[in-house]
Every structure is written in structure tokens, then in C-alpha cells.
């Protein structure tokens, strides 16, 4: 699976398209672009996106941004729904996206706990990314 | 299951206005405001059993390492070392009712950090 970066943030960050569903069950949804982001603990996806697909709750746990207060979260269960594959058994925590002020907020972000699970290929001066199905030969 | 009919004249004429405003059709808002409000009850069920879970005694946890656990209503109901086989049996036995499902042992609650400041303001769920 291979993206290219997206020109609409600066500089060019990778995305990817994915889908969620509730565990075991088939993506109903539309593709929606998930940011790449090594810098996030864990992935986190718009409350209302997992509510329409009636996402089960899973636990709750804390969030922390650089300059932002510690908040309590509701972390989610959903299958990661990929190209050409699925990862099954997913958290993601659900994020207030009322105001839809921007595109940003909207996004999906796929914090380390779905990109340690996966091998990854960011090549920034042609930029794309790619997910590899192994470790490429050195 | 029979349909839910809204009743009062005003709050009909409201849930109109607003949808109109908001691009939406009248059912798909209300929909929608139902889905939030059954969330808001979900995630405080789900609180109030994660601090059930962190109240418990340390050696009690303890003797979930490695597994995950399943409690509802305050009770662990159920314990798996795979937290998609969990999932699934508590989903055969409670439905859609909020059940937690939190790693065994004795941590304390994860704190996750992120580095875009406007998307880190979540949703208080307490």
C-alpha cells in the first residue's frame, strides 16, 4: 500500500486512507485519510466518525498534548481496515469534533500503537509512503 | 422495536431549524443527538468502572498480569489473555451495555501524549 504525501499540510506530511469497523465486522464507511504520526502515543480518531459505526467502548485512560492539560478519554475497540489488509484489535481514542473547525480536526491520527505494528516506508524526497509486507533487503 | 415519535411541537419545529441550518435532514439530526447522548452515558458507565478497576487492591490486579479483564457493574466478570477473544464473549453476553475491558496488573491508568495541542482536548469523559 502506497500514498502519496499530502500538499494540504506544511511541510508535505504522509496520510493514508483508512477504514474502521467495530471488531469483526466489515468497513461500511468511506475511506477516510490518517495522518502518520510517530510523535503520538496512541491513535485517535473523531467521536462522532466512531459513534456512527457504533464503535464499543473499551476503557478509559488519560490524554496529554504538549501545552494542554491532562484530560479523560473514552478509548475504543475497532478493526484498522487497510488496502490489502486488516488489523484487528485496535484502540483508538474518540475525540469532541463538534465545531469542525478545520480539516485537522476531522483527521484521523495513527499514533504508535497501530504504527509499531506495521512496517513503514516514509520517503520524504519523493513523497510517499508505504506500507511493506516485509523488511526490505539490505 | 417500534419508532420513537418526538412529541412536543416546539422541539420538533427546533430540531428542524437547526438541521436545516446544518445541512442535515430532521432524522439524520436527531439521530445524531441521540448517538451523542447515549455516548455521554456510555463513557461515564465506562469511567465509573475504570475507577472501580484502579480502586481494587494492587495484589487483586496483580493476579490479572498478563491477561485482560472484563468488569461490569463493578464486578470482573470475565478475564482472557486475548483482548479480542474477551471482546467478543462479553459481547455475546452483554450486548451493547458498557462493559470495561482493561489490561490485567497492577499499572496505574495510561496517560497518552500527543503533540497537536488543539486535538488533545478530547472529550472529558468524568
Redesign the interface.
Known amino acids: 500500500m502506497r500514498a502519496e504525501y499530502s500538499h494540504a499540510k506544511i511541510p508535505p506530511a504522509p496520510l493514508l486512507d483508512i477504514q474502521l469497523s467495530p471488531p469483526g465486522e466489515s468497513a461500511s464507511m468511506n475511506p477516510s485519510p490518517a495522518l502518520i504520526d510517530t510523535g503520538s502515543d496512541f491513535t485517535l480518531a473523531p467521536l462522532s466518525y466512531l459513534l456512527r459505526m457504533d464503535a464499543p467502548e473499551a476503557r478509559s485512560a488519560f490524554l496529554r498534548g504538549l501545552w494542554s492539560e491532562q484530560r479523560a478519554v473514552t478509548v475504543y475497540l475497532v478493526d484498522l481496515h487497510l488496502e490489502n489488509r486488516i488489523l484487528p484489535d485496535v484502540e483508538v481514542v474518540g475525540v469532541e469534533d463538534e465545531s469542525n473547525e478545520t480539516e485537522e480536526e476531522s483527521e484521523i491520527i495513527l499514533g504508535r500503537n497501530v504504527l509499531n505494528r506495521l512496517i513503514l516506508l516514509l520517503d520524504g524526497p519523493s513523497e510517499y509512503a508505504e506500507i511493506l509486507e516485509r523488511r526490505p533487503i539490505r | 422495536m417500534s419508532g420513537i415519535l418526538l412529541k412536543e411541537p416546539a422541539l420538533v419545529e427546533a430540531v428542524y431549524q437547526v438541521a436545516a441550518k446544518e445541512g442535515l435532514n430532521g432524522d439524520d439530526f436527531v439521530a445524531?443527538a441521540v448517538?451523542?447522548r447515549?455516548?455521554v452515558y456510555?463513557?461515564k458507565r465506562?469511567?465509573a468502572e475504570?475507577e472501580k478497576w484502579y480502586a481494587l487492591p494492587v495484589a487483586t490486579r496483580q493476579q490479572y498480569a498478563g491477561k485482560f479483564v472484563a468488569m461490569y457493574e463493578g464486578e470482573i466478570v470475565d478475564s482472557d489473555p486475548t483482548?479480542?477473544t474477551l471482546?467478543?464473549r462479553v459481547?455475546e453476553r452483554f450486548g451493547?451495555q458498557?462493559v470495561?475491558?482493561?489490561e490485567g496488573g497492577n499499572q496505574p491508568?495510561?496517560?497518552?501524549?500527543?503533540?497537536?495541542?488543539?486535538?488533545?482536548?478530547?472529550?472529558?469523559?468524568?
Open positions: 445524531e448517538r451523542h447515549l455516548a456510555r463513557q465506562i469511567w475504570t483482548r479480542a471482546y467478543f459481547r451493547r458498557p470495561l475491558i482493561v491508568m495510561p496517560v497518552y501524549r500527543i503533540r497537536s495541542p488543539r486535538r488533545a482536548r478530547g472529550n472529558d469523559a468524568r
